[in-house]
């Protein structure tokens, strides 16, 4: 049995998310909750054959707690998306207070989920979450990621089309650590599965890089003002919730880049703070998961001179991200 829950599951990431979600046979029972919507997109995905029964909530009559009664799994992308010209940072205004309520009512109802943020800026509302969840005395490190896993399958995707070969891009695994914006995206390019062409020259390296750091203004810039990637992120949303089902299910050595609390593993992240050279709370890095969330937090390995410049660019915009979501929820009355 496996109940997973989508709150803002009307959007234009958490309908194709849903649907995902609804085409896993190890799901029981899928509940949608969003300020609008949920009963016309529940309606539509419960016609699906497949074994998840589907509810759609809105707020009326406890609709939050009635979704999240019961829940293993809650993955959360509501809130604003970007504009062109927008940074992620610029939603922390909007997105800060729905991700702060939304966290109360899991802390609630059901503070033994694995909570999934995709809302952004994650660097700022994983903090978010795992402050209102210390609030609440039931902050468990281990259960609460930040989906980076975006960048990972855009370096994927990236990486087969240098090497000309788009058929490889389900096989290239390049690990991307650091956080989730623009130069806190950090990918460990020397550590791709499939290395990349030999002479390939340090300008359409650096291309390569910033394209995987700035791969959602993309997006937002096609999109013309209509939001920002929600395809795509559905498909790594759910890539990384079933990695996390597989986990629970009892399955050995899944490692998955997500943005997490460092206590998650006290003897890891410990060995990862000294390996950047910060004491930050909150870096993406390669996590194993196991039945009850973090099992450890890997080093980043051996990495190049570049790679170790691009992680120490990373740490300052990382601080005051975290710390903004930290200070957001210590000024919050809860
Ligand atoms: N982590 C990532 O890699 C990544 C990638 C793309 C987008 N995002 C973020 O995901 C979020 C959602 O993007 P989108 O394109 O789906 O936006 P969207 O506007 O299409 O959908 C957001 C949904 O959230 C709902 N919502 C708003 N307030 C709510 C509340 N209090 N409770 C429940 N639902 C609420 C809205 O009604 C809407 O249906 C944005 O913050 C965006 O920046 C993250």
Redesign the pocket.
Known sequence: MVKAVV????????QPLSLLLKTNPLITELSL?????TPGVAADLSHIATPAKVVGYL?PDDG?KKALTGAELVVI??????KPGMT?DD?FKI?AG?VR??ATGIATTAPKAFVL??????NSTVPIVAEVFKQKGVFDPKKIF??????VVRASTFVSEVLGDLSLAPKVVVPVVGG?SGVTIVPLLSQSSHPLPSGFAKEELDKLINRIQFG?DEVVKAKDGA????LS?AY??YEFANKIIRAVKGEKGIIAPTFVNLAADKEGGEALKKEIGSDLDYFSAPVELGPEGVVSIKSLGKITDAETALVKAAIPELKTNVEKGVSFVGASKL
């Open positions: 709150l803002g599951a009307a959007g234009g990431i958490g909750y969003d300020i609008v919507n707020p939050l992308p509501a809130g604003v998306p970007r992620r939603l997105n729905i309520d939304l943020v995709i809302s952004n800026p994650v930040g989906v980076t896993t975006l960048d989730h959602g939001g920002s990637a929600t992120m790594a949303g």
